[in-house]
């Protein structure tokens, strides 16, 4: 057993918070898992689009949960980001990457990826600027526009398709889902590693009293532009991945309903809770794609009803007090620490019962024993009746 899982286990055994570990492990886990039923055959291609979609999500959502959950403003333009990578991303693949999709695609998908959330921060640096120096509603109302505007630019643009969309390079499955979820893992790793850090505190500080971070000389308006434009580097890697996902791109998919849902992502796991924004992306993922598959027909039109009550109910039962009790009982972390004392007490050895006189053997001062040499210097000393044994004299107990 390696020192590290030594180290976490004693850890766990002490009781001490284990922190930026868990949430990887699942990731990894997961990726492995599917990544191997992937290979082997197992998986439809049905589950592994979901898969991807859930995996381009969860980056959406966590990069808007930088802006929202940690910096404390309200952005309703991600979508805009999105389609920004989302349409650079695919226009580089499919026209001007041919020959090297063909060659290497997963280069392809990598270089893509670069260059489409660098043009979504270049977007996001511009906007953010004078954007800013705005709160509140006001922010929100801007990049609610900017989002509209962007939508309706690639509707009209010829070069990108216009409003039948574009088409893109459509790559194996399998692919995308190992791409996706390795880039989930990378997006988690950077924004937790950020958070954690001197420039995290910042940010935070800004969010709880803006005032109070401006007179201990944080530089405001450099840490919100600096937010702004990652949460918008992300979204638009999460585009890229979503182009790669889809036979054609439609700018219609991209408009502020979907800000929004990836807002309610954000809301629902917590604000500034990563790990709840990867479990809540996942959980409405899934319940988007299942009422699509069941709810047929006539019965289509319930679906968006349908969707709104679950989440309705997800929120009571995050914030009523009379479910307080019920949820502390079956909360994730008591099983998660239960999990964990179990795997303390199955790799931690058992300590054998000591017999008590080996233990008081074990604890005598052998050092006042003496050695062989003294012995012999002991047994070879003549004693005449003058060498009597006087023994050492008691000290005098105090107060004499």
Not at 217 to 225: A, I, P
Not at 308 to 315: D, K, N, R, T
Request: aromatic fraction near 12%.
């Amino acid at each position: 057993m390696s020192n590290e899982f030594t180290t976490y286990l004693s850890n766990v055994k002490k009781g001490y918070k284990v922190k930026n570990h868990v949430t990887y492990y699942v990731l990894l886990a997961f990726i492995a898992v599917y990544g191997i039923m992937g290979a082997c055959g197992a998986l439809k291609l049905s589950q592994l689009v979901l898969l991807q979609e859930i995996g381009y999500t969860i980056i959406a959502a966590v990069s808007l949960s930088l802006v929202v959950g940690f910096l404390g403003e309200l952005s309703l333009g991600h979508a805009a980001f999105m389609s920004l990578g989302a349409y650079i991303g695919g226009y580089m693949q499919t026209y001007v990457f041919g020959g090297l999709t063909a060659f290497s695609p997963l280069l392809s998908i990598i270089v893509a990826m670069i260059i489409g959330g660098v043009v979504a921060a270049v977007f996001g640096f511009v906007i953010g600027l004078p954007a800013l120096r705005l709160k509140g509603d006001y922010l929100a109302i801007v990049t609610l526009a900017f989002c509209e505007i962007v939508k309706t630019v690639f509707q009209n643009s010829n070069a990108f398709g216009g409003a039948l969309g574009m088409s893109t390079y459509k790559y194996p499955q399998k692919t995308m889902f190992l791409v996706s979820f390795v880039m989930v893992v990378v997006t988690v790793a950077l924004i937790q590693n950020l958070i954690r850090s001197k420039h995290g505190r910042a940010i935070m500080a800004i969010r709880d009293n803006e005032i109070a971070a401006r007179a201990m000389g944080v530089n405001v308006t450099y840490y919100k532009l600096m937010v702004f434009v990652l949460s918008a580097f992300f979204a638009g890697i999460a585009g890229v991945l979503f182009s790669n996902g889809v036979n054609r791109i439609d700018s219609k998919v991209f408009d502020y309903n979907y800000s929004i849902n990836i807002l309610v992502m954000v809301v629902l796991g917590g604000m500034g809770n990563i790990n709840g924004t990867i479990i809540a992306s996942v959980l409405i993922v899934f319940i988007n794609n299942k009422l699509g598959v069941l709810l047929t027909g006539r019965l289509a039109a319930l679906k968006n009803l349908i969707y709104a009550l679950i989440l309705i109910l997800i929120v009571i039962y995050n914030n009523a007090p009379k479910l307080k009790s019920f949820r502390e009982k079956h909360n994730f972390r008591v099983y998660w620490n239960k999990f964990t004392a179990w795997v303390v007490k199955l790799f931690t050895k058992k300590q054998p019962a000591v017999d008590p006189a080996k233990e008081t053997e074990s604890n005598a001062d052998w050092s006042k024993i003496p050695t062989k040499v003294e012995m012999d210097a002991i047994l070879s000393t003549d004693l005449t009746p003058d060498d009597s044994y006087v023994p050492d004299k008691p000290d005098k107990p105090q107060g004499e």
